[in-house]
Antibody
Framework: EVQLVESGGDLVQPGGSLRLSCAAS????????MNWVRQAPGKGLEWVSY????????YYAESVKGRFTISRDNAKNSLYLQMNGLTVADTAVYYC????????????????WGQGTMVTVSS | QMTQSPSSVSASVGARVTITCRAS??????LGWYQQKPGKAPRFLMY???ILEDGVPSRFSGRGSGTEFTLTISKLQAEDSATYYC?????????FGGGTNVEIK
């Protein structure tokens, strides 16, 4: 079964840091680009970051640029998101999402999603 | 920037529902659609504006190119109650529309 499982979400104070992880299984992780997408409580979806298969190409949303760092370890079938300088506006469910852009859907779309991990930034 | 309309629609089972997604610039046909039910992760429905993902019922269809796109549910079913999002894949940053809540009367 193709699966993505996020972990690492927590309650953190403003200005704090957190590292999210996403464990992939059921597919050849190294062949897929990956993304993080978040959803604030009661709000819509917001793309956060993209990483290519090798990690050589990375993009960020303007709202997180300079504060968040995406990375991957293909040997461990894992995706990560290091989040620094957290603010209340970063409170959201964070989803790990597989990108089908170079395998089946031509451009970056998210065909497999994890269940999400909740990040709450509050004092 | 992606703009969806309406933000909410209520329709009866069997009805035809159409959601519009407008892009602030030409995105060719690089548009996807997602369905999200409360408390669940989104489900990928469609890409390139009109190509259904495997397993997506044929009552879902998409049209459009350039700046205007539509998602149509031809015969609404109770299980289609959800929020639908469009997403442009023409360039980074990838962006979603604000969502359309589809409710069953």
């Amino acid at each position: 079964e193709v699966q993505l499982v996020e972990s690492g979400g927590d309650l953190v104070q403003p200005g704090g840091s957190l590292r999210l992880s996403c464990a992939a299984s059921g597919f050849t992780f190294s062949q897929y680009e990956m993304n993080w997408v978040r959803q604030a409580p009661g709000k819509g979806l917001e793309w956060v970051s993209y990483i290519s298969t090798s990690g050589g190409s990375i993009y960020y949303a303007e709202s997180v640029k300079g504060r968040f760092t995406i990375s991957r370890d293909n040997a461990k079938n894992s995706l990560y998101l290091q989040m620094n300088g957290l603010t209340v506006a970063d409170t959201a469910v964070y989803y790990c999402a597989r990108d089908c852009g170079t395998t089946s859907c031509y451009t970056p779309h998210f065909d497999i999603w994890g269940q999400g991990t909740m990040v709450t930034v509050s004092s | 920037q992606m703009t969806q309309s309406p933000s909410s629609v209520s329709a009866s089972v069997g009805a035809r529902v159409t959601i519009t997604c407008r892009a602030s610039q030409d995105i060719n046909s690089w548009l996807g659609w997602y369905q999200q039910k409360p408390g669940k992760a989104p489900r990928f429905l469609m890409y390139s504006g009109s190509i259904l993902e495997d397993g997506v019922p044929s009552r879902f269809s998409g049209r459009g190119s350039g700046t205007e796109f539509t998602l149509t549910i031809s015969k609404l079913q109770a299980e289609d109650s959800a929020t639908y999002y469009c997403q442009q894949a023409n360039s980074f940053p990838l962006t979603f529309g604000g969502g359309t809540n589809v409710e069953i009367k």
